[in-house]
C-alpha cells in the first residue's frame, strides 16, 4: 500500500511539473506594423528590451509594413495563440476597418487584447500668419471664411485625417482637407502658407512652436495640460467638447490566448513601466503611463472603432 501511494504521488508531482510550462518557452515575436524609426517602433522596441530583461526570454521586434498596417495585423491574427507573437497596436488599428477593403481578419473577434502601455497627447498649431492667438479666435474665423482654409494630414484615411475631421464635427467648421505624403510635407505647408492648421503630437509639435514657426492652441487631453506645454489650455478648456484623443500604443496578441499568459504580460507591462530605463525614454515626450488591464484595453479598442467609423461616416470617407 505503502508504495502504492508514492507511485500516486510521484504521478501527480510529474503531472504538475508538466503542465505547468513557464512562459514563455522561446523568444516572443512583436511584430510592429510600422517601418523602423518611427514612434509605435521605439515604443516596441523599448517594452521589448524591458520585457526581456524581466523575463529572460528574448523579445524580438518584427517589423511587418504594408497597407497602413494590414500585413503586420494579419500575421498576428493568423498565429498560434500561446503567447509568442505579439502585436503592437496603434490608433491605427481601429481606423483600418473604416477605410480598407482588404482585410482579412475581424479586428474584434481575432484578437486578444493584453494592455494599452502609453499614450500621447496631440496639439492643434495653426500658422502664425493667421494672427489667431486662441482657439476661440480661430474657429470664429474659420466659421466666417467657410472653405477658404486649409489642414494637412499623412493622405486620406490617415490618423491626422481623421482627428481634424472629428475637429471640424466638434467644432463645426468647414476646412478643406490637403493630403500629403508624410510629416515633414505636412510642416513645410503650414510654415509656408499652404495649409492654415494641423493636429500633430505634442513632442513632433514643440520644436516648431517654440521657434515660433507654428502656433498651439489646444491640446486634445482630458481636460488637463500637456506638462511641455503647460500654457496651451486642452479642448474642453478652450470651448470645444468632445475632442480628446491621443496618440496610443499597446499590446494584443491573437484570439484564444489563455488567461494566464495575458494576465503575466500585463503585469510584466506594468513593472516595466516604472522601470528608470522606459521612464527616461518617454518622459521627456510627455507620455502618460497607463498599463490598463486587458478589459480596459478592450473597451477602449471597441470605444475607438465606433468613433472612427462615425467620422469616416460623415467625412464621406470611402473604404479603398
Known amino acids: 500500500m505503502r508504495n502504492a501511494w508514492l507511485f500516486?504521488?510521484?504521478?501527480?508531482?510529474?503531472?504538475?511539473?508538466?503542465?505547468?510550462?513557464?512562459?514563455?518557452?522561446?523568444?516572443?515575436?512583436?511584430?510592429a506594423p510600422f517601418a523602423p524609426g518611427g514612434i509605435s517602433d521605439v515604443v516596441a522596441r523599448v517594452m521589448s528590451q524591458q520585457l526581456s530583461e524581466q523575463f529572460g526570454k528574448t523579445f524580438i521586434v518584427d517589423n511587418r509594413t504594408g497597407a497602413g498596417g494590414v500585413v503586420g495585423n494579419g500575421i498576428v491574427a493568423k498565429a498560434a495563440p500561446d503567447g509568442h507573437t505579439?502585436?503592437?497596436?496603434?490608433?491605427?488599428?481601429?481606423?483600418?476597418?473604416?477605410?480598407s477593403k482588404s482585410l482579412q481578419y475581424d479586428s474584434v473577434k481575432d484578437f486578444t487584447p493584453i494592455t494599452q502601455i502609453m499614450r500621447?497627447?496631440?496639439?492643434?498649431?495653426?500658422?502664425?500668419?493667421?494672427?489667431?492667438?486662441?482657439?476661440?479666435?480661430?474657429?470664429?474665423?474659420?466659421?466666417?471664411?467657410?472653405?477658404?482654409?486649409?489642414?494637412?494630414?499623412?493622405?486620406?484615411g490617415s490618423a491626422l485625417h481623421?482627428?481634424?475631421?472629428?475637429?471640424?464635427?466638434?467644432?463645426?467648421?468647414?476646412?478643406?482637407?490637403?493630403?500629403y505624403k508624410g510629416g515633414g510635407e505636412n510642416f513645410a505647408a503650414l510654415i509656408g502658407g499652404q495649409i492654415q492648421m494641423l493636429i500633430i503630437s505634442v513632442p513632433t509639435a514643440l520644436q516648431f512652436v517654440n521657434s515660433g514657426r507654428m502656433r498651439a492652441l489646444a491640446v486634445t487631453t482630458e481636460g488637463k495640460r500637456a506638462p511641455s506645454m503647460p500654457n496651451v489650455p486642452s479642448m474642453s478648456e478652450a470651448g470645444v467638447s468632445g475632442m480628446t484623443i491621443y496618440v496610443w500604443f499597446g499590446f494584443a496578441g491573437p484570439a484564444g490566448m489563455p488567461k494566464a499568459i495575458v494576465n503575466e504580460l500585463h503585469a510584466e507591462v506594468v513593472k516595466a513601466l516604472a522601470a528608470p530605463s522606459v521612464k527616461d525614454q518617454f518622459i521627456r515626450q510627455d507620455a502618460e503611463f497607463v498599463g490598463s488591464s486587458p478589459a480596459e484595453f478592450s473597451k477602449l479598442i471597441?470605444?475607438?472603432?465606433?468613433?472612427?467609423?462615425?467620422?469616416?461616416?460623415?467625412?464621406?470617407?470611402?473604404?479603398r
Open 8 to 31: 500516486v504521488l510521484l504521478s501527480l508531482g510529474a503531472s504538475l511539473g508538466h503542465g505547468a510550462e513557464v512562459y514563455p518557452a522561446k523568444p516572443v515575436r512583436v511584430v
Open 86 to 99: 505579439l502585436l503592437m497596436v496603434t490608433p491605427a488599428f481601429t481606423i483600418l476597418p473604416g477605410i
Open 120 to 156: 500621447v497627447p496631440s496639439v492643434l498649431v495653426v500658422s502664425p500668419a493667421l494672427n489667431v492667438n486662441t482657439l476661440k479666435d480661430f474657429v470664429a474665423l474659420a466659421r466666417a471664411n467657410p472653405g477658404k482654409f486649409n489642414y494637412g494630414s499623412g493622405g486620406p
Open 162 to 179: 481623421l482627428y481634424s475631421e472629428l475637429f471640424k464635427i466638434a467644432a463645426k467648421v468647414n476646412i478643406v482637407h490637403v493630403p
Open 302 to 319: 471597441h470605444n475607438e472603432l465606433q468613433l472612427w467609423a462615425e467620422v469616416i461616416k460623415s467625412a464621406g470617407i470611402t473604404a
